[in-house]
Structures are given as structure tokens and as C-alpha cells.
């Protein structure tokens, strides 16, 4: 056995490996997860500019509800009605107010509420859509009133205001700028007097200041891709023909890269709405840190892969030279160990880790050897010393048992077992949740494309749901537990507990919740709780009173069953409550019923109950200064009622 050599090479398997399961998974890792890395980065970039493009409709919206509202402030407070006054010029009209309001007090008026609008321009038409007066508004608030060619408004506009109190108008007459108009007509009764239009202007200020409230790039075109303003400068370097050319590449979702000073930026169209009218413009922002983030992480990834090569070339290397040809001796040893009566040796020189192994394989055979001489001596007066550690072993535990006898012990071994074993019994879901949760991370680490299928087949929802609810179990089995030493202390007087509110509704469904491992799928809870005021007590002790009856309900049905559980304030006894809890288990015969409250009374088997549950209860109601009274019948089951006075008998302590 000793020189036999394997059929394969290990080295050439481990090569093999190498290449399969190292090299080739790592390299299609590393170029998948740029490619994905850089798309998920576009997406957000996307989502971030179409979120921009939302806060720029809302801005917007904003400024037109704006501008409508300064319009309805300047028609509530000018009662306005015109009329015709002739021809004072060839294709020109005037006005003059029905009313003897003058256009003079209009355009003071007009000037007064422009200086805090956001329009930049008032003008004034008349029924035939004639402009009668402009109002600038620039360092000094500036009228204007037409002398040489007619200005008209536009037919459709003219027409769609027939039908309707306004339109909005977006008019790109104007190089570097937008301008925003709400034409509204002026209307006296049923009567047309004329138009009234509010002027936004969308320039490179306003371009500027949308730039630095989203953060990103604007650029505004006319239909064609025809460009009207930008925040980047790149943009007028280049010529129209080329900004068509280079702009009719995008399309709907995607991102249009665009070169800025050795800056890249992704771009996407978007439509703003301005009222009826819309705005074509392109939102975008720096790619810089995507592209510095992806060349870092190349590298990174481009790093950890030659490292990972040359380690595991190495590996392979040191392997087959130096640990191989030691193992096939020491495995050969070890094959011919247990047949040979004598110590089995390897005869090795090498200074490493293997050197000492076969060192130390060498000094254990000997001392195998030589144990096993003295093994055969040792084992016949073992198992006499044996019998003798048995005999004693069982007259000890009898001391102990006497010893520890006690209605104290008796009591905390009564108390402490429901909260510590449903603790315990909660870790097992504990801890196939934290496997779960753990291997869901390691899937957003390595598969994030399949979260949603590692959801669906742990039970993600239902693990969410259930996990607080335990964790919350166990600090409340915990908390009973220390409820219980804490009781324990104030029963000895080693210190003093502490009154407190009690919802005594919190108090059932706690208990209930700890019990919840004995009652799910056998036994049906029925809860009729009427409102009740909160009890000062010993919230505590209350718990355990509780727990205890609720306890023998649930032991007290063999099978499936029904607990009802009932609250109610006591209408003939002022500041009571009384709880009843009533089972459907065997119930009791009355030879049994009337020994239920004596201390180390107990129905159940040896080693099953101690008898001072309901003993360690009825003290508890006692000193309160309530009461426990109990019904039974045997076949049809039990019911306590518990009467708690709403404020703790002065002589509790």
C-alpha cells in the first residue's frame, strides 16, 4: 500500500479546478458585473433626471398658478370694460373704459401688481386681438404703446379664446429665450371687451437658476431639434446641422452621452408641460464619477483576479512539490496501523509542517502501542470501579434530591419552566429565520436579479411578519423569567417589588402569545373583553396568577378544545374587575376541587407538576385583596373567576 500511486493526478486535477471553477467563473463575473454595474448606474442617472423633469413640471405649474393668480387679483380689484374708440391711426385702435375708468388708471394698476409678478410683460389687446399697450418690466417698469405696424394676436389663439376664459402659449420667436404667455380674455357680463397676456420669460437666468435648484443640465430646442438655449456651452460650439444629427440618435428611455470639456454627460428628452402648450427640453447631468467608478472598480476587479491567479498557481505549485509525496507515506502508515501489532513509523525528513506531522504521527503510534498494553490492564478494574461509581453515584443523587426539597425550589422549577422552554423552543425558528435571512444576502450580494424569487421561496413576508413577533416572545419569556426571581426576592423580603398600572388585557394576550407554542392548531381561543379601567398591582404576580390558570387549561385538554376568556368590571362591587377563564378539558370531581389551592396538591404524575401553581395564585389574589372561586364538572371542563380590586389591598406588603 505503501508505494501505490493513484490512477489520476491530483496535480492535474487541481489545474483542472484551477481553470473550471476559478479563472473562467471569476473573469465572466467580473465582465457581467461591469456590465450590469454600468446599466444600473444609467437607470439611476434616468430615474434621478426623470424625477427632475417632475420637479420641473412642478416648477412650472407652480409659476403659471402664479401668474393666474396675479391675473385674478388685477381683475378683481379694475372692474374693466372697453370700448372702441375709433381709429386714430390706420389699422390702430384705442381704448377707454365704459365705465370711466381710464386706460391711464389700468396701466398704473397693471405697473403696481407687475413689479412682484413673475411675468416680465403685460400687453393689452382689443375684441379684434389688436395690441393697444405693452408693460416692461426691467430696472424701471417701462409702457409701450404701438405707433407704426398693428401687432395681432395669433388666429388660433384668437379662436380658442372664443370658447374658453384663456390659452398658454409658448413662443420661440426669440433667440436664447422662451417665452411663456397666458392670453385670458376681459370680460364684462356677456360682453368681450378685449384680451389681457402675461409674459414669463424662459432665459438663460431662468435656465441658470432650474440648473442650480435639480442640478442638472437644460437644454431647450424648438420641434426639429432646433436649439433655443443651454446651460452648456458645448452646445453653441456646435452647428445646427450637427446638434440635428447628433440629437436625432436619442430615443425614448435611453441616454444620450454628450461630450463637454473632456466632460461626459447623459442626456434625456423630455416634454414640460407649460398649461395646454409643452416644451421640449433635455435634462442631463455629469457621468464623470459613473466613468470614475467603473474604471476603479475594472481595476479592482482586474487586481483581485491576477492576485487570485498567481496565489492559486502557487497553491498548486507548493502542493504537488511539497505536500503530496509526504501524504501518500503517511497515508500508507495509517492503512498498515491497524494491522500490525507493533508501532508503525515513517522515516521522513522535512523541516515543514509535514516533518512535524510525521514526527508526530511516529510518537503517537509509539504511544498507541504502549497504551494499548496498558489498556487491556486498566479496562478490567475500570469496570469494576464502575459498578462502584454507579452505586455511589445513585446514593448521592438521592442526598441531593432531599436535600433539595423545598416548596421554594418546588415553586421556581414550576415557574421558570413555561417562559424558559418556550424561549427555547422559539430558537429553533429563530434560527432557521437567520439562515434564511443569511442566505437572502448572500443572494442580493451575488444574484441581486433573484431577491425576488429567494423572497417568494423563503417566505420573506412571512418572516417580516413572524420574527418580531418571536424575538418579542422571548424578551417576554425572559422578562417573566426575571419577573419570577424578582417575585421570588419579594416573597424571602429580600427586596421590595414595585406597584404598578396593569392592562389586564396585555397581561391575557402576553400570556397567551408564551403559550402559543401548546395552543396553535389544537385548541381555540375565545376572548370576549369588555372595556375595563387599568389595575394597580403587583403586575407581576398578576401575570403569574395568569399564566398559571391558563397553564392547566391547556394541559387540562387532551385533544383539541376551546378556552373562553372574559372581562368585566363588576357592576356590585365598585372598583372590581373580574377575569373568568373557562376551559372545555376533563374537569374535576369535587373530592379533587376542594384540595386544587392546598400547597403540593396535584393531579398530574410524578415529576409532572409540583402542586404550588394554583396554591402560589390563590396567595397572590389574596393579598390583593380579591378572590379566586372555582367551577367544575367533570367531561364538560373548568372555569376560574378572578376578582381584582382596581387598587391593591393596603396590606399587600
Known amino acids: 500500500m505503501i508505494g501505490k500511486r493513484p490512477e489520476r493526478s491530483l496535480r492535474t486535477i487541481l489545474l483542472l479546478w484551477f481553470l473550471v471553477f476559478s479563472v473562467v467563473p471569476i473573469s465572466i463575473f467580473v465582465n457581467y458585473s461591469l456590465m450590469y454595474f454600468e446599466k444600473a448606474l444609467d437607470r439611476e442617472l434616468t430615474q434621478r433626471l426623470g424625477s427632475n423633469a417632475r420637479e420641473m413640471n412642478s416648477i412650472l405649474a407652480e409659476t403659471l398658478f402664479q401668474v393666474r393668480q396675479r391675473r385674478d387679483v388685477f381683475f378683481r380689484d379694475n372692474l374693466i370694460s372697453f370700448s372702441e374708440k375709433g381709429r386714430a391711426q390706420p389699422q390702430q385702435r384705442s381704448f377707454k373704459s365704459s365705465e370711466s375708468i381710464e386706460i391711464e388708471k389700468l396701466q398704473r394698476s397693471a405697473q403696481e401688481i407687475l413689479k412682484t409678478d413673475l411675468s416680465t410683460i403685460y400687453r393689452f389687446y382689443n375684441r379684434e386681438g389688436q395690441l393697444v399697450s405693452s408693460i416692461l418690466k426691467g430696472s424701471e417698469i417701462q409702457i409701450f404703446e404701438p405707433k407704426t405696424q398693428a401687432v395681432f394676436l395669433t388666429e388660433k389663439i384668437v379662436a380658442g379664446l372664443k370658447t374658453q376664459r384663456e390659452v398658454s402659449a409658448v413662443d420661440f420667436s426669440t433667440r436664447d429665450q422662451v417665452r411663456l404667455s397666458l392670453i385670458s380674455r376681459l370680460r364684462a357680463g356677456k360682453k368681450d371687451l378685449g384680451y ?113 491567479i498567481i496565489s492559486l ?80 453515584q445513585t446514593k448521592l443523587v438521592h442526598s441531593a434530591k432531599m436535600v433539595s426539597l423545598g416548596q421554594l425550589v418546588a415553586g421556581v422549577a414550576h415557574e421558570l419552566n413555561n417562559p424558559i422552554g418556550f424561549i427555547y423552543s422559539n430558537m429553533t425558528h429563530l434560527r432557521d429565520y437567520s439562515k434564511k435571512l443569511l442566505q437572502l444576502i448572500e443572494t442580493t450580494e451575488k444574484h441581486p436579479e433573484k431577491i425576488a424569487e429567494e423572497k417568494l421561496q423563503i417566505d420573506y413576508d412571512y418572516i417580516v411578519k413572524d420574527l418580531p413577533k418571536l424575538i418579542t416572545s422571548c424578551e417576554d419569556g425572559a422578562r417573566r423569567t426575571r419577573d419570577i426571581v424578582l417575585g421570588l426576592r419579594n416573597f424571602s423580603r429580600l427586596e421590595e417589588a414595585q406597584l404598578s398600572e396593569l392592562d389586564v388585557h396585555v397581561s391575557l394576550e402576553t400570556t397567551l402569545q408564551l403559550l402559543q407554542g401548546e395552543i396553535k392548531n389544537r385548541i381555540e381561543v375565545h376572548k370576549n373583553f369588555e372595556p375595563i379601567p387599568k389595575v394597580w398591582c403587583y403586575a407581576s404576580q398578576i401575570n403569574q396568577v395568569f399564566m398559571n390558570i391558563l397553564s392547566n387549561a391547556v394541559q387540562a385538554i387532551s385533544g383539541n378544545g376551546q378556552i373562553w376568556i372574559a372581562t368585566s368590571v363588576v357592576k356590585d362591587k365598585s372598583g372590581t374587575v373580574q377575569v373568568s377563564i373557562q376551559d372545555s378539558g376533563s374537569g374535576m370531581a369535587p373530592e379533587i376541587l376542594e384540595k386544587i389551592f392546598d400547597p403540593f396538591f396535584t393531579t398530574k404524575g410524578v415529576g409532572q407538576g409540583t402542586g404550588l401553581g394554583l396554591s402560589i395564585s390563590y396567595g397572590i389574589i389574596q393579598k390583593h385583596g380579591g378572590d379566586i372561586q372555582v367551577k367544575s364538572q367533570v367531561g364538560i371542563g373548568t372555569e376560574f373567576l378572578v376578582t381584582i380590586p382596581l387598587v391593591a389591598s393596603k396590606n399587600i406588603n
Open 313 to 392: 498557481l502557487i497553491t498548486v505549485y507548493l502542493v504537488s512539490s511539497f505536500v503530496l509525496k509526504p501524504l501518500y507515506q503517511l497515508i500508507g502508515a495509517l492503512q498498515s496501523f491497524e494491522t500490525q501489532e507493533q508501532a508503525v513509523t515513517v522515516a521522513m525528513k522535512n523541516n515543514t509542517e509535514i516533518g512535524l506531522l510525521a514526527d508526530s504521527f511516529n510518537e503517537m503510534s509509539r504511544k498507541i502501542q504502549s497504551t494499548r498494553s496498558e489498556l487491556k490492564k486498566k479496562i478490567t478494574e475500570l469496570e469494576k470501579s464502575n459498578f462502584e461509581l454507579m452505586d455511589t
Open 196 to 308: 389681457f397676456q402675461q409674459i414669463v420669460i424662459f432665459g438663460s437666468d431662468f435656465a441658470s437658476r432650474i440648473q442650480k435648484r435639480l442640478k442638472a443640465e437644460v437644454i431647450v430646442f424648438r420641434e426639429g431639434y432646433d436649439l433655443i438655449l443651454s446651460t452648456l456651452p458645448e452646445m453653441y460650439r456646435s452647428t445646427p446641422d450637427e446638434i440635428k444629427k447628433k440629437w436625432s440618435l436619442w430615443s425614448e428611455g435611453s441616454l444620450l452621452e454628450v461630450i463637454s470639456e473632456k466632460t461626459p454627460y447623459g442626456f434625456e428628452m423630455f416634454q414640460i408641460n407649460w398649461g395646454d402648450s409643452a416644451l421640449q427640453i433635455a435634462l442631463g447631468a455629469s457621468k464623470a464619477d459613473t466613468k470614475e467608478i467603473l474604471r476603479t472598480i475594472n481595476y479592482t476587479f482586474l487586481g483581485g483576479l491576477a492576485v487570485v
